[in-house]
T-cell receptor
Framework: DTAVSQTPKYLVTQMGNDKSIKCEQN?????MYWYKQDSKKFLKIMFS???????INETVPNRFSPKSPDKAHLNLHINSLELGDSAVYFC????????????FGPGTRLTVL | RKEVEQDPGPFNVPEGATVAFNCTYS??????FFWYRQDCRKEPKLLMS???SGNEDGRFTAQLNRASQYISLLIRDSKLSDSATYLC????????????FGPGTRLSVLP
């Protein structure tokens, strides 16, 4: 009965590859997010979606493309991976735009070699 | 200057101690404030929201001073299980769900 799940948990890949991370929430929430936590542990918002519509894109390179096929899913596709993309990526959700409590997934640890 | 700053820590305290964390934010238009905790190699989890009048949840007390743009978290009677990184989170504006996380303050409660 996991609330916010992400796959894969670990991802090791070579520079230049394209990879995707999937996120699903079974909380019935309207709003979903992607965050990046780098090696210094800073957690930064990348994107937020509300009802499948993009509402925030925080100056993320366009190699990163989120896709929300439905309200319960927000996937992250990354093209031409670079060393600096190595980080932990967290998906999160909140009930809607008025409710601010966020529930986070367990994270995907991406290592680019 | 970062938008949200916190005591760098780490804080190493004995069990039973009282410990306080500070957080400052630079955007005066910020609307909502939170404390999250993050255990090592785990996801952040909401600890408590911070209300203008201050609020308490068991051993945890949060305070907000809008004039000084300052938020605090007080933990009384520290337990070993309180060991974690505490993240101050600021919601930037009314629309867009744009959250800014502080760098975190690490707490180790020692037996």
């Amino acid at each position: 009965d996991t609330a916010v799940s992400q796959t894969p948990k670990y991802l090791v890949t070579q520079m230049g590859n394209d990879k995707s991370i999937k996120c699903e929430q079974n909380l019935g929430h309207d709003t979903m997010y992607w965050y990046k936590q780098d090696s210094k542990k800073f957690l930064k918002i990348m994107f937020s979606y509300n009802n499948k519509e993009l509402i925030i894109n925080e100056t993320v390179p366009n190699r990163f493309s989120p896709k929300s096929p439905d309200k319960a899913h927000l996937n992250l596709h990354i093209n031409s991976l670079e060393l600096g993309d190595s980080a932990v990526y967290f998906c999160a959700s909140s009930q809607d735009l008025a409710v601010r409590e966020q529930f986070f997934g367990p994270g995907t640890r991406l290592t680019v070699l | 200057r970062k938008e949200v700053e916190q005591d760098p820590g780490p804080f190493n305290v004995p069990e039973g101690a009282t410990v306080a964390f500070n957080c400052t934010y630079s955007n005066s238009a910020s609307q909502s404030f939170f404390w999250y905790r993050q255990d090592c190699r785990k996801e952040p989890k909401l600890l408590m929201s911070v209300y203008s009048s201050g609020n308490e949840d068991g051993r945890f007390t949060a305070q907000l001073n809008r004039a000084s743009q300052y938020i605090s978290l007080l933990i009384r009677d520290s337990k070993l299980s309180d060991s974690a990184t505490y993240l101050c989170v600021v919601h930037r504006d009314n629309y867009g769900q744009n959250f800014v996380f502080g760098p975190g303050t690490r707490l180790s409660v020692l037996p």
